[in-house]
């Protein structure tokens, strides 16, 4: 065979594996809202079901999700993960929805070992929360492709958090589609119970646009530094945790890459429901 030889069949499939995956698959961001959107018809959920028309199909999806927070940092080993109702109050019909793709336990194996800021610990009987399910539901509605989650660990810092998002990057080149799920803004206290399409408040659309100007010109530090943005940025992100889904999209992007916005809009008034790709 001469200069072809392999020395044996791990050489082979070191140079193989590099070759399996030639497309590097996008980042997403979506801000999901209330529960009930998984129910719901309506420009937002149109916008979800057009994306998984338009996306290539991944080998699997990481979901980097506000309601799964835990000290310290897990990923999911489950491999079949349940419908996680982590809510109460809603329709009835909502508790009946089920979503139940297999889980992805080799990929998040491989989560374990590319995090080295951290220790990563595997969590086998973790399901999907109703930060991913409510959106997958809507994008990849026939639940065929696997999915498995990434915690929040609650003690760290968004500058941490966005060091563990850029040393999850080379997924993107293993056919896995990485989602942050949350809220750009996410204010439950001062909703607007009385419409979804309550008017947004001027502090909303002023932070809202703050993100959208420095994610176009690719100052992600900023949005991680958010507690350095003023008073607009407490009202908009009271606690982190649907704000930190986005940093998790921002750090697995090159700052190079082509951004789209997926949808743009507001719901009750305090919830920006901004979407957008990356890549």
């Not at 990563?120 to 696997?146: C, K, N, R």
């Not at 942050?180 to 947004?200: Q, T």
């Not at 002023?206 to 958010?226: A, C, P, Q, R, T």
Request: glycine share 6%.
């Amino acid at each position: 065979m001469g200069a072809f030889a392999y020395n044996n069949l791990s050489d082979l499939r070191k140079i193989t594996d590099n070759y399996s995956i030639q497309k590097r698959f996008p980042v997403l961001f979506i801000g999901h809202g209330t529960p009930m959107n998984a129910l719901f018809d309506n420009q937002f959920t149109r916008a979800l079901a057009q994306l998984g028309k338009q996306l290539e199909r991944p080998k699997a999806i990481l979901v980097v999700s506000a309601h799964w927070e835990t000290p310290g940092t897990f990923v999911s080993t489950n491999p079949s993960p349940k419908t996680i109702y982590d809510f109460g109050g809603f329709d009835r019909a909502l508790y009946e929805m089920k979503y139940e793709p297999q889980g992805a336990p080799e990929l998040a194996h491989e989560v374990v070992n590319m995090v080295k800021s951290t220790k990563v610990q595997e969590d086998v009987t973790m399901g999907l929360d109703h930060g991913a399910w409510t959106v997958l539901h809507h994008i990849f509605p026939q639940a065929d492709i696997p999915v498995f989650q990434l915690s929040l660990d609650y003690t760290k810092s968004p500058e941490q958090h966005y060091q563990i998002a850029q040393e999850i990057k080379a997924l993107r080149n293993k056919g896995v589609l990485i989602v942050g799920s949350g809220n750009v803004v996410h204010n439950l206290r001062l909703l607007d119970w009385s419409s979804i399409d309550a008017k947004p408040t001027d502090w909303t659309l002023e932070f809202d646009e703050l993100v959208k100007n420095n994610i176009n010109s690719g100052n992600f530090e900023k949005l991680v530094k958010y507690q350095d943005l003023g008073t607009i940025a407490k009202l908009s992100i009271p606690t982190s945790d649907h704000y930190l889904p986005m940093l998790y999209t921002l750090g697995a992007a090159d700052k190079n890459e082509p951004v789209k916005y997926l949808y743009e809009g507001y719901q009750y008034g305090t919830l920006s429901m901004r979407c957008f790709q990356i890549g």
